[in-house]
């Protein structure tokens, strides 16, 4: 017996390429009717979650603009947004997962040239779109807020076989929502020194995350004589973790880095989008090979988010057992996405922007969400 079809129709953030607007537009996803006439049965090895909330990434922004104007012509609603929060409303059959219709879950979105999260609905493969169970001890807007940044972090601390126990770190952009989970993974995995670079409006925290001393990158425009100093004072780098970009460093980086020693970056010699950041992308990419070819002293990755590794229950668990922290800058209304997106460009984002698709239909644990009012440039 075939089901009756039904068309799902819903609010969703969409743009044709990087040219044209970021708009709310009207989505459907094509799904069959519940034979109990109640609800939607998702497809096959599919998850439709009703979305709570989304937030945003500098990489959502960086797709966006990059969008030639044909990419229209294939579909001609790009949507927005990778990480999201929410409630599992239908799990397909034989689906592989571990969380259950009803569960609030948490996770990304991965398909670059389809839907996004910034939507009410979203319909995924957890194949390719890690999910888990949302962690008890944070409410679903923080739940949104850590996934693609802890993960990104998680991979940038482990790839090249890096060992953090009594090493000496770097970590390059510690304000960032990346660099704050790495200086954090830095401190419990037993790193002797956490030298970071952030701002001064950070320093306090970014201390108490574990840095063990800073390097003001506003006073430093350029991070090579502060990075000689502190090697002058006690000793090579093991592993300098970049969160921020630039390539500073690469003057003197057989003095800086130890034979060995590994140099993980998530974007390369130049931050930004635009030819600056085209023709840094290639000489970080030449880096790569070169390391893998073996022609460098030290191993060198710029590297992407790898969303098959199974982290996504790790990410959840060190947030669970209160090992890491979340940190979101602000809370922002859906019919604000543009303005939300104006905050994240300005580089100065204290942590994840969230965007508030719907308010959760129970209560969800966590802190109080009124704690984070939009303030465009605090
Ligand atoms: N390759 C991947 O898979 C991957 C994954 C995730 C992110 N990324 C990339 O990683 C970068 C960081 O992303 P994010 O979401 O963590 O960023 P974010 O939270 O938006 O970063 C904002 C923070 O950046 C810091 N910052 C601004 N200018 C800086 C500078 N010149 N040097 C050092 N820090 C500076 C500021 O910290 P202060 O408070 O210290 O001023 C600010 O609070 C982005 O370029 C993103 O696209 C790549």
């Known amino acids: ?23 709310i537009v009207q989505e459907t996803i094509d799904l069959v009717k519940n034979p109990n006439g109640q609800g939607y049965i998702a497809p096959p090895g599919q998850i439709l979650l009703k979305i709570n909330y ?22 001609p609603k790009q949507g927005f947004g990778r990480d999201f929060a929410g409630e599992v409303i239908s799990i397909g059959q034989g689906t592989q997962t571990n969380v259950k219709v ?41 739940a949104s807020a850590f996934p693609l940044v802890l993960g990104t972090a998680l991979q940038l601390v482990e790839r090249g076989g890096i060992k953090l ?19 954090q993974l830095a401190r419990n995995g037993g790193a002797k020194e956490v030298v970071t670079t952030n701002s001064p409006r950070t320093a306090d925290l970014i201390q108490s995350l574990g840095a063990t001393s800073q390097i003001d990158y506003r006073k430093n425009p350029n991070l090579l004589q502060p990075v000689l100093e502190s090697v002058k004072s006690s000793g090579q780098f093991d592993y300098i973790i970049d969160c921020w970009g630039g ?13 060995g020693g590994v ?18 992308g290639i000489r970080s990419i030449s880096r790569t090979i070169g390391s893998k070819l073996g022609l460098l002293n030290y191993k060198y990755e710029l590297m992407l988010l790898d969303n098959n590794s199974g982290w996504i229950d790790q990410a959840r668990d060190l947030i669970g057992e209160e090992k890491l922290k979340v940190f979101i800058d602000s809370i922002w209304p859906f019919d604000q996405l543009n303005d939300a997106i104006e905050k994240l460009e300005s580089g100065r984002a ?19 969400v009124s704690e984070y009012n939009p303030d465009p440039f605090n």
Do not use: C, H
């Not at 989304?54 to 579909?75: E, H, Q, R, T």
């Not at 990304?108 to 957890?126: Q, V």
């Open 350 to 368: 204290q942590g994840k922007i969230v965007l508030e698709v719907s308010k959760p239909d129970g209560p969800t644990r966590g802190g109080p």
């Open 1 to 23: 017996m075939s089901l009756p079809q039904a068309k799902l129709t819903y609010k969703a953030y969409a743009y044709k390429n990087g040219s044209s607007p970021i708009k």
């Open 247 to 259: 390539d500073d460093l690469f003057a003197e980086i057989n003095t800086i880095i130890r034979k």
């Open 165 to 183: 126990a009594n090493s000496k770190v770097l970590v390059i952009g510690a304000g960032t929502s990346v660099g704050r989970y790495v200086v």
């Open 102 to 142: 009803g569960d609030y879950a948490e996770g990304i979105y991965t398909p670059k040239t389809g839907k996004g999260s910034a939507a009410e609905y979203l319909l995924l493969d957890p194949k390719t779109s890690p999910i888990t169970t949302k962690p008890t001890n944070i409410d679903l807007a923080e």
């Open 263 to 280: 140099y993980n970056t998530i974007v390369g010699d130049a931050p930004g989008t635009g030819l600056a950041a085209l023709l840094g």
């Open 54 to 75: 989304a937030s945003l990434n500098p990489v959502d922004y960086k797709l966006y603009k990059i969008k030639p104007s044909f990419i229209g012509w294939f579909n």
